[in-house]
């Protein structure tokens, strides 16, 4: 959330965010970088990205190695003015943050408030990390840790608190005793740090430990050891804080995002038949008393305007539909749907499809490139690519826009209030004037002028017994002579 206009002015800055992506996510078995794994529409990365971007920090740092072309990439596209920070080849997330801390100086960020975030916890929000940035500085700590409890905490590092409740250190799983595995609250690995005392304790950081890894997490007793206050912030809501080391658990967070994202959806006023089989990415837009129906899936920039209604099994991948519109078992991307119109059932809307205020696109329809105004009508089994149709015209069932000359595509321009027959081609490039009528079967290879009746089809011929004579003894030969008895 950005700051609201009311929060009190003060002289020091904002706090600046190091955001952790140079692991290499071995566990996840891929060869896509972890970071770049995507649920509900976004890499993990781009969640802890748009998380960090939510508090209006002052400067943001990723910290690559693994595939690092790639991820700064990837990176560069999502935080134009992100600092990217390499980390050598010392291993651990101690001197992940020193290569941050770097970047940032270079940026002249050298005092205040550094948050650090993980690229591959992708339910952390921005106002956690608010709270988190406001508790620490309010409280005048040196570092303060997020953590949360669970039954279970195998593979997390463990919060080790004194006899008063005081932090006193973080136990890595793999260095930890029976006793301290017991534990079960543990490190999110989300921090809040003065920036002077990290700095300073991580140059007392070794890698000696059972990993051989730089810990980030040896800080905490550094400063502490140094005289600084050093807390822990408890999370009540654990998803938040859940990452992402296997599919497995990226499934179940994907998951738990959707069923969040959906429920918001809900909670603002949109009607969801079946969540559990409703996905919807959370950069999508839901107006009011909007109905989405099973097995519908929202994609990108997607947006449902109010009283639409979608579905069933229905994928919108960037479209935006009207007010009122009603979209049924369709697959779209990169489209746009008039209020009041109608989609499918059964249509496929690739890129570039534009369909106006009550206009139609019917059953085993697919359309490209294709701008039907209001009112229009390709109600019934056609392709309509490379094409611009008026106002109010109707276009036979299974009609072909043949835009397609083996080498370029062409474009079909329509008028406005035509009528034109079934089971007609345009072929390309080629213009049909307003009011134009067509027969069914005409294959329109020339310009028809506004108000012309185009037709191409050859008189029909009738030979006379032709069946009889030359398909004798068939069922069909029989059928014939019986009727003309
Ligand atoms: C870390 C914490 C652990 C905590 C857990 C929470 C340490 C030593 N341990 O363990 O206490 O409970 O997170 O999820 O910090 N990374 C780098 N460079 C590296 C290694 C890691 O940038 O050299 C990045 C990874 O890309 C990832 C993050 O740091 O985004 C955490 O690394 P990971 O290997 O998942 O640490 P954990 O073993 O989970
Ligand atoms: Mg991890």
Do not use: C
Request: charged letters at 25%; aromatic letters at 4%; hydrophobic letters at 40%.
């Amino acid at each position: 959330m950005p700051r609201s206009e009311e929060s009190p002015v003060s002289d020091s800055p904002r706090p600046s965010v190091i955001v952790l992506a140079a692991g290499a996510g071995t566990r996840m078995k891929s060869e896509k970088p972890k970071i770049m794994h995507e649920i509900g529409g976004r890499s993990m990365v781009g969640h802890a990205l748009r998380a960090a971007e939510g508090l209006s920090p002052e400067k943001i740092a990723v910290v690559v190695r693994h595939q690092r072309d790639r991820v700064v990439e990837h990176i560069s596209r999502l935080a134009p003015h992100a600092a990217i920070a390499d980390q050598d080849e010392v291993p651990g997330t101690g001197r992940a943050v020193q290569a941050g801390l770097e970047a940032l100086e270079r940026e002249g960020v050298t005092r205040g408030t550094v948050l650090v975030t993980s690229g591959d916890v992708p339910l952390m929000t921005s106002e956690s990390l608010q709270r988190l940035a406001e508790d620490h500085e309010s409280a005048g700590n040196a570092v303060t840790v997020l953590t949360a409890v669970v039954p279970d905490a195998t593979g997390y590092g463990r919060i080790v608190r004194g006899e008063g409740g005081e932090v006193l250190a973080i136990v890595e799983h793999k260095d930890a005793t029976e006793e301290q595995r017991a534990i079960r609250e543990f490190n999110a690995g989300v921090y809040a740090f003065d920036i002077e005392v990290l700095k300073d304790a991580l140059s007392q950081v070794t890698t000696d430990n059972a990993q051989g890894e730089m810990y980030l997490t040896d800080v905490l007793g550094i400063a502490r050891s140094a005289g600084g206050r050093v807390a822990a912030s408890v999370v009540e809501d654990v998803w938040q804080v859940e990452g992402a080391n296997d599919r497995v658990q990226l499934a179940a967070l994907g998951k738990e995002l959707n069923r969040r994202t959906v429920e918001r959806a809900m909670r603002g006023g949109a009607t969801v038949v079946d969540p559990d089989t409703t996905w919807i990415d959370d950069s999508v837009v839901i107006g009011q008393d909007v109905t989405i129906l099973p097995n519908t899936q929202l994609h990108g920039a997607t947006e449902i305007a109010s009283g639409a209604s979608v579905g069933p099994d229905t994928t919108l991948t960037d479209v935006v539909v009207g007010e009122g519109a009603s979209v049924v078992r369709t697959h779209g991307s990169e489209s746009r749907i008039g209020a009041g119109a109608s989609v499918g059932p059964f249509a496929y809307l690739r890129p570039g499809t534009s369909l106006g205020e009550k206009g139609k696109i019917g059953t085993f329809v697919e359309t490209k490139n294709a701008e039907i105004g209001s009112g229009s009508k390709v109600p019934h089994l056609s392709y309509v690519g490379d094409a611009t149709i008026g106002e109010g015209s109707n276009i036979g069932a299974a009609s072909v826009f043949v835009n397609y000359d083996g080498v370029k595509k062409h474009r079909t321009v329509i008028g406005s209030h035509v009528r034109m027959g079934s089971d007609n081609m345009y072929v390309a490039p080629v213009t049909v004037g307003d009011g134009a009528y067509s027969g069914a079967g005409t294959v329109v290879r020339k310009d028809v002028p506004a108000g012309a009746l185009a037709i191409t089809v050859a008189p029909q011929r009738n030979i006379e017994r032709w069946v009889t004579e030359n398909r004798p003894g068939t069922a069909a030969a029989e059928a014939a002579e019986k009727a003309s008895e």
